[in-house]
């Protein structure tokens, strides 16, 4: 045995903070311990298994460990066999704990590796660290396989799988705190060694992970693919049989004894004989030897009235079954018919499959209908169940999710997966599909299943929770749907029972068992591996130390071929160079400083342009009229960008001339004068621009030349025109012309364009706007004269014109014409004083009834007390109630012309049902002429009636041959 290394117990030693860490490390221990030994006498008192007593034992040991290594410290006695048996303990504790818990294997391995990393890093000094990592991956194997394949019998406990990931939480979280607070310093080695096996256990347990769920989604999406082709197996087998069926029944209609039956029975005569006829070719068929044939229940013949004729079932003779759909169908339109799973009043369901009967002339004589129960279809199910499994079933539902047929959860056959509306559940019940029961209506809540039976796709797959009271949630179904094409059915099939862990497990088995031997041969290797780096890589360190501290004569002697070469080798030139860097760092500094200041500079005087921009823009969108608009657009952007001539082009309706409209300079004011105009797409850059909608820069010099040949802006050396566009439409240009030659850029296009934008905008908004003004003053005016008018015509038909209210009550009076007065204020009130007979002086308040404007009576309010004014309270409550007044009046006024209206409408409908109500000309002319004498009033009426060539009596203008107005 190893002689264990100690530590002089002196003073100093105790207090020396390289003891701390081990001390750390057994606190940290014997806490854990001492607590997985409460837990598990805690879980053994719960659950009384045996298996849970031997990880305790264990863990006791490691406590006691612990703490005896504790007491060492204290006494300053502290060697390493503490730590040696502690690790020890804690070994066998976590295999034993693998082997005997489920699923607490892989926990406990790195648990236990993290705490050999931790106790390597203490024992840096001691240079036993090397060992103690490949022990401990050696152990940590054996953890992870014994967890796996444990021969003995081993037990659930979720809390302990629990409860172990926080313990490696916290031992994973106590090593990197420890690393990070310098609390143990980490060698190289360790590192390496750390980072090596880190990155091996970590792409090992991904790829088993990755891998089992690849395993895992393969064999479900197999398993889906079968449900689904187990699904459309079935669905084809159902309307097979119904495919079959109907063609028997069309072909069976017409066979000689049944047509004849019925085209003799529809001429009223009955023969015996044929009926015996058809009752032996039922009797027949009914006998014939086909599994389908136990579940026919009833053949029958029915009248083209719906009766029942014959039938193999002696109770339906004489039935009328004239309402069911199995027999309208066929005789209102002459196709077969399949009915839908029907609840007879008498017992039992059923399914009916009818056709006509059609005699040699093609006639419908008659009704031919097969009766099958219902339970044909739980049958062809059942022979279906276990296709996949002994857990797989088959289901089938109707339309309504009704279930039509179930081999999974046969007691709920004729319920509904999810409850229907009350008026579907009406028309189901009236039509017996549904039985009227409370559990066939409220549906079984299986929402998954509900949604699956919604899905319009003819053929999918769905996982589900079918009966969720009687698995876990690992359990699922998953089914399979097929549509069917003879009725609006849909076919489940279900794997029941599927569960991940019976493909996991024997996966994670052999996959741990391979990641387990190469994370060990990785182990093994990354500490060879680490210590042949670490060497070279502790020198360089060294050397860099030296360099960092200033001394830049310091070389390293490692110049091997390798990478550690060539860093030995870019470690002398850094000192080489390092001197002559500084000098050139030097000086890019301060040429960065100033191409910085440029750039600032550049930044600076475009963020003025951008501002000043703004402004324009915020200015030029206060302005209502649009020449006003826009002078002061060429005004402020001439001034805020100091531009010789700044001008507008407009397009004319026609959009063949861009005309100026507004110009800031001299040059520009003389162009305005003259009208001047531009052929857009023709003439300058003012015609590109606004005939390509493209912005153009034009200088002095080369093509553009020819552009600055204006005698009114002579001094112009360099232009920029930019549309203005408004949804793509180009509607003028913003035409810039500058003293100085090259003056415009591409980003001042890009600046300027903005701007244009905003006037583009700004002359649209402006046109809405007195558009817009213009038709709102138009109508008003026009509503206002339709007012006159309707009031004046009313006013022409009213006796009274005026009311008068004195304490005496109210009287009508003679109208007054409205102080003249008053129409030179329009509708404000006027105050008039009046000198009456008797030399007193009366005041009198006129404020105007007006109706949206229009003035249409006035309120006079006299007072015969002396008084200089009314106050403003007064003025404002019959301002109001002249308001209230005018509303009023112009109700009563539409009311009185409604009721007119109506009045006149009843009397011509009144006279046209008269006429109506006789077919003799004579006599509607007759009734047209009284009724109109009756309604008019009239003292004579009369109506002439004339042929197209004859000329009209009397004057032509209405008038009869008496001279007198005759209808």
Request: proline residues 4%; without cysteine.
């Amino acid at each position: 045995m190893t002689q264990p290394t100690s530590i002089p117990a002196t003073k100093e030693n105790h207090r020396n903070p390289s003891s701390r860490p081990f001390q750390v490390t057994l606190a940290t221990v014997s806490i854990i311990s001492f607590l997985a030994l409460g837990g598990y006498l805690a879980l053994f008192l719960n659950t009384r298994q045996w298996q849970v007593l031997l990880p305790a034992i264990m863990f006791f040991g490691v406590f006691g460990v612990s703490l005896y290594g504790l007491e060492q410290i204290h006494r300053n006695r502290f060697t390493l066999a503490p730590l040696w048996w502690e690790g020890v303990f804690l070994g066998l504790g976590f295999l034993v704990q693998a082997m005997f818990i489920k699923n607490t294997g892989l926990t406990s391995a790195l648990i236990y590796l993290v705490y050999i990393l931790l106790l390597s890093s203490i024992l840096r000094e001691y240079r036993q660290n090397s060992l103690v990592i490949l022990a401990g991956l050696s152990v940590s194997a054996f953890i992870s396989l014994g967890g796996v394949y444990s021969p003995f019998i081993s037990i659930e406990a979720p809390i302990v799988n629990s409860v172990l990931s926080a313990f490696f939480v916290l031992f994973l979280g106590t090593y990197a705190i420890f690393i990070l607070f310098n609390v143990i310093a980490s060698t190289m080695q360790l590192r390496l060694t750390t980072a090596f096996i880190t990155i091996a256990i970590a792409s090992l347990l991904v790829a088993t992970i990755v891998l089992t769920q690849v395993s895992i989604q393969q064999q479900r999406q197999s398993v889906r693919a079968n449900v689904v082709s187990s699904a459309e197996q079935v669905a084809d087998n159902i309307d097979h049989f119904l495919k079959t069926n109907l063609r028997a029944v069309q072909q069976e209609a017409q066979l000689t004894p049944i047509v004849n039956f019925l085209n003799i029975y529809t001429h009223g005569r009955i023969d015996t004989r044929l009926e015996s006829e058809v009752r032996s070719v039922f009797k027949t068929l009914l006998n014939s030897e086909t599994n389908e044939r136990i579940y026919l229940t009833s053949y029958a013949l029915l009248d083209t009235s719906g009766k029942n004729l014959i039938d193999t079932t002696d109770a339906n003779e004489g039935r009328l079954e004239s309402d069911q759909p199995y027999f309208k169908v066929p005789i209102k339109n002459g196709r077969a018919y399949i009915s839908d799973v029907v609840f007879d009043p008498t017992g039992g369901t059923f399914i009916y499959i009818s056709a006509p009967v059609r005699n040699t002339k093609n006639q419908i004589v008659g009704v031919y209908r097969i009766r099958f129960n219902a339970l044909i279809f739980q049958r062809m199910l059942e022979t279906y169940s276990g296709l996949l499994g002994i857990r797989s079933h088959a289901m089938l539902f109707d339309e309504y999710t009704i279930r039509l047929a179930d081999t999974f959860t046969p007691n709920l056959v004729y319920t509904t997966v999810t409850g229907l509306q009350a008026a579907q559940i009406e028309t189901l019940v009236a039509e017996n599909r549904l039985p009227n029961r409370q559990s066939a209506i409220q549906g079984t809540g299986q929402t998954d299943l509900a949604q699956a039976l919604q899905n319009p796709n003819p053929a999918f797959s769905f996982e589900s929770n079918l009966e969720p009271e009687s698995k876990p949630d690992p359990w699922v179904e998953i089914g399979g749907v097929a549509s069917m094409t003879e009725k609006p059915w849909k076919v489940v099939y279900i794997q029941a029972d599927f569960n991940d862990a019976t493909i996991r497990d024997p996966q994670i088995r052999v996959a741990t068992l391979v990641a387990t031997i190469l994370s060990l041969i990785v182990g093994f290797i990354s500490v060879g591996v680490s210590n042949y780096l670490s060497a070279p890589i502790t020198s360089l360190t060294r050397t860099a130390q030296k360099i960092s501290q200033g001394d830049l004569e310091t070389r390293t002697n490692i110049l091997g071929a390798d990478e550690f070469g060539t860093l030995g080798r870019a470690f002398n030139q850094m000192a080489d160079q390092l001197r002559a860097f500084i000098t050139d760092l030097e000086n890019r500094v301060a040429e960065r400083t100033r191409e910085i200041s440029q750039r600032n500079e550049a930044l600076t005087y475009r963020s003025r342009q951008l501002q000043t921009v703004a402004e324009v823009a915020r200015s030029i969108v206060t302005s209502q009229d649009l020449q006003p608009l826009l002078n002061s657009i060429t005004q402020l952007i001439s001034e805020r960008f100091g531009f010789y001539h700044v001008g507008i082009f407009l397009l004319d309706e026609a959009r063949e001339f861009a005309v100026l409209r507004a110009a800031n300079s001299e040059g520009g004011q003389r162009m305005l004068a003259r009208r001047h105009r531009l052929g857009v797409g023709k003439t300058g850059i003012v015609g590109y621009v606004t005939g390509t909608g493209n912005p153009r820069i034009a200088t002095d010099v080369g093509e553009d030349s020819v552009f600055f040949n204006n005698p009114d802006l002579p001094l112009t050396r360099s232009e920029m025109a930019l549309p203005l566009k408004v949804n793509e439409e180009v509607i003028g240009a913003l035409d810039i012309q500058s003293v100085e030659p090259n003056a415009f850029s591409h980003e001042d296009i890009e600046l300027f364009s903005t701007l244009a934008d905003q006037i583009a905008v700004a002359i649209y908004n402006n046109r809405l706007y007195t558009e817009t003004a213009r038709a709102l003053a138009e109508a008003e005016n026009i509503h206002r004269q339709y007012l006159r008018q309707e009031w004046e015509t009313h006013l022409t038909r009213q006796k009274i014109h005026a009311y008068q209210y004195t304490p005496q009550g109210l009287t009508p009076v003679e109208s007054e014409p409205l102080p003249q007065t008053l129409t030179l204020y329009g509708d404000e009130p006027l105050v008039l004083k009046e000198q009456l007979p008797d030399q007193t002086t009366r005041t009198i308040l006129a404020v105007p009834i007006s109706v949206r404007g229009e003035i249409i009576g006035v309120i006079r309010v006299e007072d015969s007390a002396e008084r200089q004014s009314w106050s403003e309270d007064e003025l404002q409550a019959v301002r109001e109630v002249a308001q209230q007044v005018g509303i009023a009046l112009e109700a009563a006024r539409l009311l009185e012309r409604t009721v007119q209206r109506a009045e006149r409408e009843k009397k011509v409908l009144e006279i046209t049902g008269k006429i109506r109500a006789t077919n003799d000309p004579q006599e509607m002319l007759e009734i047209a002429a009284a009724e109109l004498q009756k309604a008019l009033g009239a003292s004579h009426t009369q109506i002439f009636v004339r042929n197209a060539d004859q000329p009209v009596p009397g004057d032509g203008n209405g008038r009869g041959p008496h001279g007198k107005n005759e209808i």
